[in-house]
């Protein structure tokens, strides 16, 4: 984790850039949702890079990057690195950045098939056959992690960085959260399969509270800290959701590989070949 | 600002209620530990805040958090407040960043604190361990400036390798204070140590010791606090003698949150210095 | 306990003359509301509003609605909220601290206490052990949490004493119920024709005053302490409080903690929906410009991660340790700490724990030789 | 003639990265490429295999700008096959919730990402150092999107509430109605965004076009409603299920979109379409703030998209406001409905134009095929088009200056290059 030391350059405003890869724009578009925040946040930084906002290009080395979407073609390999050399803080933003996204559903089938069922033309499509987290190819400073981010947090985490505090978001699941909103718990009341004892807190416990199970689109719990890893456990719920809401096999996986489909320990739910794999 | 007399002490002491204070002085005492004197910004709280030795206070840093740092300055000179304080996380490491005019919010003061009343007239001895305990810098210190109320005083320090010691100029000035001692021990060898090399636990069998006249302060590593305590123990010393400072994660201070309990007991009333023969069941446990 | 209080007859139709007295108190009636499939407090108009004809089917991880006696308005046992989310809010705003420009100074507003008056109809008895448990925690030490004691204060408990237990109650070994016998204003027993009242308080026999009504009798408390009885007879799960805490402190290293660590999930719902679990944290939400900082207190669990974090370590940095802490404190520690167990019997725990771990089984384990 | 190369790296203020590549010789256009390189997602290929209870959450993931039209046309194709029977007020809610999407869509194109255009800034910030009032508005009128998709789906992105048969959960009629206050005065801010961009410097750039979007025969679309073809081609009137008979995809070299023509020929979805084949149905408000611009339809100048743009969020707040006004909850979120096997197909209005799902379901349930037509695959060829056509009024300007006049025509097309597959890049080679 960074220590986000932007002292250095209080006089001189700190410079912000927004990249994305493979990715839906959603977690971009929360940045232009900050409402006034917004107006505040260009008024404390110079935003130099963000083509979606501006037209104004203006090139590195930056302090703060924003990094949205999965490394997924063979271009992004060297943009990634080079946008890391060009960053003191480099912060991934949303499901993608974070753990391939959606898309790295393609991680766990044959890439070139589904080249095939979308375009006529595979021949042109330059594509890796995987679709992968940032911190898998570059260091990673900080991670934001939600598809898509939540706007609170990602207020939190700009204004800390702002003002040369280390951003830091709670790991644990989400039923502490549903539970304080006195929300009825879907699973035990209504034998929906919830994801939300194993998926990390963060969206204000939105499904539930609309009724409907949790899908993890804020990523596998993070039961440890402040570094030894002790995973969510998903292989517990999974087997609940078999005993109790007797459901299938695959409808147990597909449950799991949604949104975080590649991230430990929902990678290994239902994934005979990858069973017990670690974070490859 | 002077310190006057305190119109309705309880107003402010019993209110739990955070005040503004800034620092008017800081001190770097190594790279990463700093100390800092700080000055209540209301007149009220500045004449009614006391304190005893080794309690501790939440200091809030604007919006970022509380931490529970222990209070270093003589309870007698209460209109002075110091806190040293080692940057290791996110609160600390904007407070290193805090200088002289910064103004950060004191709640306070909360725990027990060094047995310093029961310790008059008694020998004392003080082992520490890892990077610097300054909780008990305080204590010593408040010795030091009554030194004719206590007995004989050596304090041992233990460090995993001669480069963790800090504070290395306080251990030479104390070492030079009447009938004092200061023992140093260091896991690993290096050829610029001249003390000793080992653990700290072996020190305690190279002196001499007054088991029924001593009082024992410790701070520092769980772990390293039980081993001396059943060495001491060993050597005769009685278990209710031994005082061990216990940190726990403390959101409150004041037995509310639930976070600092260890078994029965909760650190931040019931501690954060606690007798051994309470706490031995719990002590180095996952708990 | 002092003498029986006397007991009235209220007809199932009247109940809308209590809560017209209530209201005319000056208080919002808060009771059981079928919400999403289980009951939650919420604020009721009149009598038929509540729960009619619905009863609740508990089981570890397991709770259902379902249809019931149709005369009968109390029969869903319980629901996840306890007492403890209309006194102990689980989210509630400390303080704000402006801070001016320049960084040179800072100002506290502490937020003021304030509370509704709520007549809640409908608490139970082990719910009201647990608020008087809470009490002991939050109100009785040397420091006490305002935004409690004002929440407490402005309440008005009207009880009602379990007739039907969940089979995931336990209440009768824990001494808490069925039948709640303190800390209420008034309290009925619902049988199936029509209701007993008594009153449990001065403001309580007030407002049964109010209602005029003709005292029950002999036969109908006896009905109605067959039917407590009965039900406290009903529950089959208990926790044996022997050697109680000790022997929990000496069960640290019992290897049933790892085989529940397996199927734990760390989610924190036991705790949330204990009743008396009062462990927080404190959230602090500055604004964009930080010109303005606020800070929550909010409901935290054992099962945090951060709970039991210091720089460089954590106290409990599994599962594991996790669920020790989480049953050793609740069942053991609080005795010590309190002079009362920290559990009252309801249940909850097991019914909302998704992975359906059921706490008093558990607990048998633990205490068996390894 | 000599050879000329020009590149812009990045068209900005699109969402999704592409690149634009033209070749010239000496005056003579020889191609016009609006290259796509956002990477494939391959989502068609994901859907297999799911459960049809599944495709909202995935398909919404295409876009972060407009998921509810891809929720919707999801949904929509799945209740034609099980014919299930929506309970009006859920559907009068789904069209609340598009309501709440073309908001928040079109206030963030027209004040972020469209206006700096026509004003010569860079960005919208930028705008907000000179007149800051002009941003907040914007930003205030994106807000109240916002709220209503919050309200309504739990989040403004990627929405959780919709649902094959009505939604999961429904909001309470007083909750709705405390977005009334908000939305009152939207209907001000939006008229006076009408005027405010009527009153914009626009080029002299009237196409030929065929316009097509949804008609319905008596509400401005969302999400029911014939395909309508006007313009330059024919009127016709086409229903969705026979859409891939008249609209083709291919997929062309230098794109990771697929292109879309009718019948063989570029189209043009979107506001601008919708407007001049809906005017009709527009509320009495919208339809006489159009009238005072002066501007008469069919418009056929791209650059009067932003025009199109601010009637059509009037629209969606007028209905929006008469939606929750008359509110009352339906009895129940979520209708009642059999699983049946079979291919179904939905077209819905994303903000951009027309959306077109097919699926193909078996018995259990689960995807056996898909297919998505975004709009902004169905506008590229379009796009190429009216660049060929700008190209000969720019041709003596240096490079920078053509890079950015073509910059300005694509965004006249608000593109969604993450629907379509955000990296626009151009190059011009001059021979
Ligand atoms: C009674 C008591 C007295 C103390 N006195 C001093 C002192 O005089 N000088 C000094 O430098 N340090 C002292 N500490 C330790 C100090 O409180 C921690 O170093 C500090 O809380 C770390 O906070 P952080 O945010 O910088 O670290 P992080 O590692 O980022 O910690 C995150 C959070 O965890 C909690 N936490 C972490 N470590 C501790 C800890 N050791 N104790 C309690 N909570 C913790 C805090 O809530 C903290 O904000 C004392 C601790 C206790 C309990
Ligand atoms: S609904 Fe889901 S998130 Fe909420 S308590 Fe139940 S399992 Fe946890
Ligand atoms: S430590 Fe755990 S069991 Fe005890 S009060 Fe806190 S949350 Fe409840
Ligand atoms: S016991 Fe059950 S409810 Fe409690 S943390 Fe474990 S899984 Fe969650």
């Not at chain 1, 790295?104 to 006529?120: C, G, Q, S």
């Not at chain 2, 007054?210 to 060495?231: D, Q, S, Y």
């Amino acid at each position: 984790m960074a220590t986000s030391d932007m002292t250095v350059s209080k006089k001189i405003k700190p410079r912000l850039a927004v990249f994305k890869f493979a990715s839906c724009d959603g977690c971009q578009l929360s940045i232009l949702s900050l409402d006034e925040d917004l107006l505040i946040l260009d008024q404390a930084v110079d935003i130099a890079y963000f083509p979606e906002a501006s037209s104004k290009m203006q090139e590195g080395p930056y302090d703060v990057t924003l990094v949205e979407g999965s490394i997924s073609t063979p271009e992004h390999l060297h943009q990634i690195a080079e946008i890391r050399e060009q960053s003191k803080i480099l912060i991934t933003i949303g499901a993608c950045a974070t753990a391939g996204g959606l898309q790295a559903l393609r991680n766990f089938a044959d890439a070139d098939h589904f080249t095939e069922v979308v375009y006529a033309h595979p021949e042109y499509i330059e594509s890796l056959s995987t679709s992968t987290p940032i911190s898998e190819h570059v260091k990673v400073d900080f991670e934001l992690w939600g598809c898509p981010i939540d706007k609170l947090q990602l207020k939190q985490l700009l204004s800390d960085l702002l003002a040369g505090v280390t951003p830091r978001f709670p790991g644990q699941s989400l039923c502490q959260e549903c539970k304080r909103k006195s929300e009825v718990c879907v699973l035990v009341s209504g034998g929906e399969p919830c994801l939300g004892p194993v998926t990390r807190t963060g969206c204000g416990a939105i499904c539930p509270s609309m009724g409907k199970p949790c899908y993890g689109c804020f990523g596998p719990a993070d039961l440890s800290f402040p570094n030894d890893r002790e995973q969510a456990n998903a292989a517990s719920l999974a087997e609940r959701f078999a005993t109790e809401l007797k459901m299938s096999e695959d409808e147990i996986r597909r449950r799991f590989h949604l949104i975080y489909s590649y991230m430990s320990p929902f990678k290994e739910i239902g994934d005979a070949d990858k069973k017990g794999g670690g974070n490859n | 600002m002077s310190k006057k007399a305190c119109p309705s002490p309880a107003s402010v002491m019993r209110s739990n209620r955070i005040h503004p204070a800034r620092i008017i002085e800081k001190i770097e005492e190594t790279p990463g530990i700093y100390t800092y004197r700080l000055q209540f910004e209301e007149q009220e709280v500045a004449d009614c805040f006391a304190f005893a030795g080794g309690q501790f206070n939440m200091l809030y840093i604007y919006g970022v958090g509380e931490v529970p740092i222990s209070i270093v300055s003589d309870p007698e000179d209460a209109h002075i407040l110091d806190h040293t304080i080692r940057v290791v996380g996110r609160v600390t490491e904007v407070i290193g960043k805090m200088g002289v005019g910064d103004v950060m919010g004191v709640r306070g003061p909360f725990g027990s604190g060094w047995p310093l009343e029961e310790a008059k007239g008694k020998d004392v001895l003080v082992v520490t361990g890892g990077l610097g305990c300054a909780p008990v810098v305080g204590a010593i210190e408040y010795m030091f400036r009554r030194r004719e109320q206590y007995g004989h005083i050596r304090i041992m320090h233990g460090v995993k390798t001669p480069r963790d010691l800090l504070y290395r100029e306080r251990f030479d000035q104390w070492r030079k204070e009447p009938d004092t001692e200061v023992l140093l021990a260091s896991d690993q060898p290096e050829k610029t140590w001249h003390y000793h090399t080992g653990v700290i636990t072996e020190l305690f069998d190279q002196v001499e010791m007054n088991p029924a006249n001593t009082v024992v302060m410790m701070c520092g590593p769980e772990i390293m606090m039980k081993l001396a305590a059943r060495h001491l123990i060993r050597r005769g010393l009685p278990d209710h003698a031994l005082y061990l400072s216990m940190e726990r994660n403390m959101q409150c201070g004041i037995g509310l949150c639930g976070h600092c309990q260890i078994g029965p007991y909760f650190s931040c009333k019931d501690g954060p210095v606690m007798r051994y023969d309470l706490i031995a069941p719990f002590l180095a446990k996952d708990n | 306990m002092a003498q029986a209080n006397v007991n009235f007859r209220l007809e199932k139709g009247d109940l809308d003359r209590l809560l017209n007295a209530l209201k005319l108190q000056g208080y919002k009636v808060v009771a059981p509301v079928e919400t999403d499939g289980a009951v939650m407090w919420g604020q009721i108009e009149s009598a038929s509003d509540l729960p009619w004809g619905k009863r609740d089917s508990q089981k570890p991880g397991h709770y259902r609605l379902e249809e019931g006696d149709a005369n009968r308005c109390f029969d869903i046992v319980n629901g996840p909220d306890s007492l403890k989310s209309l006194t102990f809010a689980a989210r509630e705003k400390q303080t704000t601290i402006r801070q001016d420009g320049d960084a040179s100074t800072l100002t506290f507003f502490p937020h003021k206490p304030e509370a509704e008056q709520i007549a809640l109809l409908g608490a139970r008895a082990c719910d009201i052990a647990a608020l008087g448990i809470q009490t002991k925690v939050l109100e009785e030490g040397e420091y006490s949490d305002p935004f409690f004691s004002a929440r407490k204060a402005g309440l008005l408990i009207v009880a009602v004493h379990c007739t039907r237990a969940a089979e995931t109650c336990f209440c009768a070994s824990m001494d808490c119920g069925p039948k709640a016998q303190a800390g209420f204003d008034i309290a009925l027993t619902e049988l199936d024709d029509l209701f007993l009242i008594e009153s449990g308080s001065e403001k309580g026999e007030a407002i049964v005053a109010l209602l005029a009504l003709a005292e029950a009798g002999s036969e109908l408390t006896d009905r109605a302490d067959d039917r407590i009885r009965a039900c406290a007879d009903s529950q089959s799960r208990e926790i044996n409080q022997q050697g109680l805490p000790q022997a929990l402190y000496t069960a640290h290293d019992h290897p049933h903690w790892d085989e529940v660590a397996e199927r734990c999930l760390s989610c924190s719902n036991c705790t949330m929906v204990c009743p008396t679990c009062f462990c927080h944290t404190v959230e602090e939400v500055p604004s964009m410009d930080r010109s303005e900082s606020e800070r929550f207190r909010v409901w935290d669990s054992c099962f945090s991660p951060e709970h039991g974090y210091i720089h460089g370590k954590n106290m409990r940095p599994t599962t594991r340790e996790r669920y020790r802490m989480w049953m050793t404190h609740k069942l053991g520690g609080w005795i010590d700490q309190f002079g009362t167990s920290g559990c009252t019997g309801c249940g909850r725990c097991s019914t909302w724990c998704p992975a359906g771990i059921d706490f008093v089984e558990e607990y048998k384990k633990v205490r068996e030789e390894p | 003639m000599s050879s000329r190369s020009i590149k812009v790296d990045m068209v900005a203020r699109v969402e999704g990265e592409g690149a634009l590549d033209i070749e010239m010789d000496g005056n003579e256009i020889r191609h016009v490429h609006l290259k796509i390189f956002e990477p494939p997602r391959f989502f068609e290929a994901f859907l297999q295999g799911r459960h049809y209870s599944e495709v909202s959450d995935i398909v919404a993931r295409i876009c972060g700008i407009c998921p509810v039209a891809y929720q919707m046309s999801a949904v929509h194709a799945f209740e034609k096959l099980f014919e299930v029977k929506l309970d009006p007020q859920v559907r009068k809610l789904r069209r609340l919730l598009y309501c709440g999407e073309w908001i928040e869509s079109h206030a963030l194109h027209i004040y972020m990402l469209h206006a700096p255009d026509f004003l010569g800034f860079d960005s919208a910030l930028e705008i907000s150092k000179t007149a800051p009032e002009v941003v907040k508005r914007g930003l205030k009128l994106k807000k109240v999107g916002d709220a209503i998709l919050e309200t309504i789906g739990g989040r403004a992105i990627h929405p959780v509430s919709l649902c094959v048969g009505g939604f999961t959960r429904v909001p309470k009629k007083e909750v709705l109605a405390e977005l009334l206050g908000d939305l009152y005065w939207a209907r001000d801010a939006a008229v006076e965004t009408v005027h405010w961009v009527a009153g914009l410097d626009f080029p002299d750039f009237s196409q030929s076009y065929t316009f097509m979007s949804l008609k319905h025969e008596d509400e401005y679309p969302f999400n029911e409603g014939d395909i309508f073809v006007s313009g330059a081609e024919d009127d016709a009137q086409i229903p969705v299920t026979d859409y891939e008979a008249h609209f083709e995809e291919s997929h062309v070299a230098h794109s990771n979109a697929l292109q879309c023509h009718y019948h063989s020929k570029p189209y043009l979805t979107g506001p601008l379409s919708r407007l001049n084949n809906n005017r009709d149905n527009l509320h009495p408000l919208s339809s006489s703030t159009l009238d005072v611009t002066g501007l008469k339809l069919p418009l056929n100048n791209p650059f009067h998209g932003i025009v199109a743009r601010s009637v059509e969020m009037l629209e969606a707040i007028e209905e929006a406001i008469d939606i929750i006004e008359a509110y009352d909850p339906p009895a129940k979120p979520v209708a009642e409905y059999e699983v049946r096997e079979g291919s179904c197909m939905a077209a819905t209005e994303a903000p951009r134009g027309v959306l077109y799902h097919r699926y193909r379901v078996n018995a259990e349930g689960l995807i056996e095929e898909a297919k998505i037509v975004p709009p902004t695959s169905q506008n590229q060829s379009r796009i190429e088009e009216d660049i060929r056509m700008l190209l000969p009024s720019i041709i003596d300007e240096n490079d920078e200056k053509i890079a950015h006049e073509c910059e300005r025509v694509i965004r006249c097309y608000d593109p969604c290059i993450s629907c379509a597959t955000h990296f626009l890049k151009l190059s011009v080679t001059r021979n």
